[in-house]
């Protein structure tokens, strides 16, 4: 698309020729439905017996069990079954499942997820942790964070508060365990050539302010010795890497190396990260594990 030259300049001068045309390849793929089988209502096999008795074909998923890649249905389809509308299952991308599975939350810990709506990642981690986290959700805009509650509630993740608010402006009082930051962002690796983008050199300026504004603040938040996941849906190091390097180099916190998954496409990235390319499976996506000293 004439319109995004420049991004494919910028992804050329990040990542070199090879790369950046994995990228936009990636950018021109149509991928299939995924989901996430929420374990706070339902279990796998009563899933897969339901999916296939409507005759939902599907594919599982090596690194991670609760996920389902379908095959021959979208997401209106799959929308209007009893398993969707009970909340047994949320349709969700793989990519975006991979912060709550480094994160790895567990019963009574206290984290806060700093931009949850519209509350996939939130309620993944809650049931990650059995339902038995205590997990503070942050939306500062009204109307996604009543979605937000919806799809808590809907997900039955009870041990979740939903706030209405800035989380850059919580009162340095509250300590976490754990703090998820799936950071907004330009969108860089979930754009479909098929589709008007929204991305701009702009949008990309804005959100590396933000970005370490929310970063800044995570950090305050966050109790010593506690983890961090970082994440965006952005294949752009001035929104991932760069945005932690000053941190780090402060002393405030330390990598928490973390390993790709099997089968993962992955974009190289600073040593410990991971940059996952957008391909006919994945959205480009970028995950991030520090700890606070």
């Given at each position: 698309?004439?319109?995004?030259?420049?991004?494919?300049?910028?992804?050329?001068?990040?990542?070199?020729?090879?790369?950046?045309?994995?990228?936009?390849?990636?950018?021109?793929?149509?991928?299939?439905?995924?989901?996430?089988?929420?374990?706070l209502?339902?279990?796998?096999?009563?899933?897969?017996?339901?999916?296939?008795?409507?005759?939902?074909?599907?594919r599982?998923?090596?690194?991670?069990?609760?996920?389902l890649?379908?095959?021959?249905?979208?997401?209106p389809?799959?929308?209007?079954?009893?398993?969707?509308?009970?909340?047994?299952i949320?349709?969700?991308?793989?990519?975006?499942?991979?912060?709550?599975?480094?994160?790895?939350?567990?019963?009574?810990?206290?984290?806060?997820?700093?931009?949850?709506?519209?509350?996939?990642?939130?309620?993944?981690?809650?049931?990650?942790?059995?339902?038995?986290?205590?997990?503070?959700?942050?939306?500062?805009?009204?109307?996604?964070?009543?979605?937000?509650?919806?799809?808590?509630?809907?997900?039955?993740?009870?041990?979740?508060?939903?706030?209405?608010?800035?989380?850059?402006?919580?009162?340095?009082?509250?300590?976490?365990?754990?703090?998820?930051?799936?950071?907004?962002?330009?969108?860089s690796?979930?754009?479909y050539?098929?589709?008007?983008?929204?991305?701009?050199?702009?949008?990309?300026?804005?959100?590396?302010?933000?970005?370490?504004?929310?970063?800044?603040?995570?950090?305050?938040?966050?109790?010593?010795?506690?983890?961090?996941?970082?994440?965006?849906?952005?294949?752009?190091?001035?929104?991932?890497?760069?945005?932690?390097?000053?941190?780090?180099k402060?002393?405030?916190?330390?990598?928490?190396?973390?390993?790709?998954?099997?089968?993962?496409?992955?974009i190289?990235?600073?040593?410990?990260?991971?940059?996952?390319?957008?391909?006919?499976?994945?959205?480009?996506?970028?995950?991030?594990?520090?700890?606070?000293?």
């Amino acid at each position: 698309m004439e319109n995004l030259a420049w991004l494919r300049a910028r992804l050329f001068s990040a990542h070199g020729t090879e790369i950046s045309d994995k990228i936009w390849r990636g950018y021109e793929a149509a991928r299939p439905v995924t989901l996430r089988v929420n374990l706070l209502k339902s279990d796998i096999q009563n899933v897969t017996e339901s999916l296939s008795g409507l005759g939902i074909s599907f594919r599982s998923v090596d690194w991670y069990d609760s996920a389902l890649i379908i095959e021959n249905a979208r997401e209106p389809e799959l929308m209007q079954t009893a398993l969707f509308q009970k909340g047994e299952i949320y349709l969700q991308s793989l990519s975006s499942m991979l912060p709550p599975l480094y994160m790895e939350p567990y019963a009574d810990e206290n984290i806060l997820d700093m931009t949850a709506a519209p509350g996939g990642k939130t309620t993944q981690m809650s049931a990650l942790s059995g339902g038995r986290a205590f997990i503070t959700a942050c939306e500062r805009d009204s109307v996604r964070a009543e979605r937000l509650r919806y799809n808590v509630e809907k997900q039955g993740a009870s041990r979740v508060t939903v706030l209405t608010t800035d989380s850059a402006k919580l009162d340095d009082f509250f300590k976490f365990d754990k703090i998820l930051l799936d950071a907004p962002c330009s969108g860089s690796g979930t754009i479909y050539l098929t589709r008007p983008a929204k991305i701009s050199e702009k949008l990309i300026k804005n959100s590396s302010v933000l970005q370490k504004k929310l970063l800044a603040k995570a950090l305050k938040l966050l109790k010593k010795g506690g983890t961090l996941v970082y994440s965006t849906c952005s294949v752009l190091p001035c929104e991932n890497e760069e945005i932690l390097e000053p941190f780090l180099k402060s002393g405030e916190a330390e990598f928490l190396p973390i390993q790709p998954f099997s089968d993962l496409p992955i974009i190289p990235s600073k040593t410990g990260t991971i940059c996952v390319c957008p391909d006919e499976l994945f959205e480009g996506f970028f995950v991030a594990k520090i700890k606070k000293l």
